[in-house]
């Protein structure tokens, strides 16, 4: 899945492999799912973990992006959760390693899997059913970078910071005018 695409140099990618599986379709490898950043080009994998898709199951997978924010959920359950503000804005869109047919497939809806053209690929990569982009309902903010009032969501003159009076307890924003 693709998000925060700005163009082909700079954006988001989430990747995840499928598990290999021997010829009775038992899985015999883990896989890997991966939160990739690609910026002017040059990819950095921010996250990785054990656990690739399953061939011919179908998964929910979500990419949420807000302020400085991104959640990777797979059927519900966060994969992945980072703050980057690199990544918090930019279009969605879906991404494949898979070189393109000799021949175009013939409409597999009203074939077996077994005899649907696409049954080999299927069985190595993702097969995208329903897409749905949706708008940001809210943002979040945890302040967790002092600086420059101009510098985050807020626009105004002045600095702000954040006082925790003790390790672990919730800190307090301060935001005071500077000048008038």
């Not at 006082?163 to 301060?174: I, K, Q, S, V, W």
Request: net charge negative; hydrophobic share 40%; with cysteine.
């Amino acid at each position: 899945l693709v998000f925060a695409f700005r163009d082909e140099r700079n954006y988001g990618l989430f990747r995840w492999s499928v598990r290999a599986t021997d010829a009775s379709g038992a899985p015999r490898g883990a896989g890997t799912r991966e939160l990739v950043r690609v910026r002017a080009g040059r990819e950095e994998v921010l996250a990785q973990a054990v656990g690739g898709c399953l061939p011919h199951q179908w998964y929910r997978a979500e990419v949420r992006v807000d302020y400085e924010r991104l959640q990777v959920l797979l059927d519900g359950r966060v994969a992945f959760s980072l703050h980057d503000p690199y990544l918090c804005a930019g279009r969605a869109g879906l991404w494949a390693d898979v070189p393109k047919p000799e021949k175009p497939a013939v409409d597999p809806s009203g074939q077996p899997i077994a005899v649907n053209s696409l049954n080999e690929l299927m069985s190595k990569h993702a097969v995208f059913d329903d897409v749905r982009v949706e708008p940001l309902d809210s943002f979040a903010d945890d302040f967790r970078v002092p600086g420059d009032l101009a510098g985050g969501w807020l626009s105004g003159p002045g600095r702000w910071t954040v006082e925790t009076p003790r390790a672990g307890d919730a800190g307090r924003l301060r935001a005071p005018p500077d000048g008038g």
